[in-house]
């Protein structure tokens, strides 16, 4: 099961949204993009480093045009 370490959100919603989920599972790491909230389309990247996969995240979130960026992280990384 995936772990949720981080969860940002561009405060859209319907079609505008777009959110980017960094996951942890007990062998690698994820970056799941989605566009068009819960009902949209996805995307999923496989990491095998937290390096790598915070690298896909930045990507992901510099790629959305300007005026849908106002990102928000919604979910700080849990404490070890």
């Known amino acids: 099961m995936a772990e949720r370490v981080e969860h940002w959100f561009n405060r859209r919603y319907g079609r505008a949204r777009r959110d980017v989920y960094l996951l942890r599972t007990p062998t690698d790491w994820q970056v799941l993009g989605r566009e068009g909230g819960s009902e949209g389309r996805e995307v999923a990247h496989y990491f095998d480093?937290?390096?790598?996969?915070?690298?896909?995240?930045?990507?992901?979130?510099?790629?959305?045009?300007?005026q849908l960026s106002n990102w928000a992280l919604i979910s700080q990384p849990s404490p070890r």
Request: net charge negative; no cysteine; aromatic share 0%.
């Open 49 to 66: 480093d937290e390096a790598d996969a915070r690298t896909m995240v930045q990507a992901m979130l510099d790629s959305v045009e300007p």
